[in-house]
């Protein structure tokens, strides 16, 4: 079965990092049950294995931790929610691109419990949102803005990092960085579209909609590891 853990305050990043990195190779080792873990961090940006430099156009604003997640820099911080994911991807296909497809999935289903239509973009890693209220982009398409970004790392096929979903983050703290690497597009959070809605209603949603898209359970450990000593 899945355990879901929410830790309420905010949570330290490399802390969180080492938690998840000790019960991935848990869950490896067959000692351990796969994990959602909900958290909010305070505000840092990130650096992904393909960041480049010159995206990170403010180092001094906040703490920056360069991190082995895939992907480039993004932002955490209050008001967003961090879900990191430590599920066994061998015993679910063993198909990387199927699995970050369905971290999509998972997120445009959460953001369609509150009638929030999310989409995914060739070349744009992350969910997006329509923005017909702002000018169109220079090709004339609806302008669009990100809502939530995907990051993940497989370790003897157990996923760590994961997705976060911008509920009501402070979203100027996004102007020290290019995120994701991408400068075309804008940043929004579901307070910014206007929608009432609060880290539980989001935690609730993501809870609701996750066995639709993963199932409830895997069907055994990955690759044999040694056990490690897991955090309090």
Not at 154 to 177: M, T
Not at 203 to 217: I, K, M, P, R, S
Request: net charge negative.
């Amino acid at each position: 079965m899945v355990e879901w853990i929410i830790t309420d305050g905010l949570t330290d990043y490399r802390a969180a990092e080492a938690w998840m990195e000790a019960r991935a190779a848990a869950i490896a080792a067959g000692e351990a049950e796969e994990c959602i873990w909900l958290v909010e961090h305070p505000p840092l940006y990130t650096a992904g294995t393909s960041a480049k430099p010159a995206d990170l156009t403010d180092p001094d604003r906040f703490p920056v931790y360069p991190t082995r997640r895939g992907g480039q820099y993004t932002y955490h911080g209050p008001g967003q929610r961090v879900a990191y994911v430590m599920l066994n991807v061998a015993a679910r296909g063993r198909d990387v691109r199927c699995f970050v497809r369905q971290l999509e999935d998972w997120v445009i289903a959460t953001l369609d419990q509150f009638n929030l239509r999310g989409e995914i973009r060739p070349g744009r890693v992350g969910v997006w949102v329509q923005r017909p209220e702002k000018p169109n982009q220079a090709g004339g398409s609806p302008a669009e803005d990100k809502i939530a970004a995907i990051g993940i790392r497989l370790r003897k096929w157990v996923s760590f990092h994961g997705i976060s979903i911008n509920v009501e983050p402070d979203l100027s703290h996004f102007g020290g960085i290019v995120p994701c690497g991408i400068t075309d597009h804008g940043v929004t959070s579901l307070v910014d579209l206007g929608l009432p809605v609060t880290m539980d209603d989001v935690d609730l949603a993501l809870q609701a909609t996750f066995d639709g898209v993963f199932g409830n359970e895997a069907p055994g450990p990955a690759c044999p590891t040694e056990e490690p000593a897991l955090p309090g």
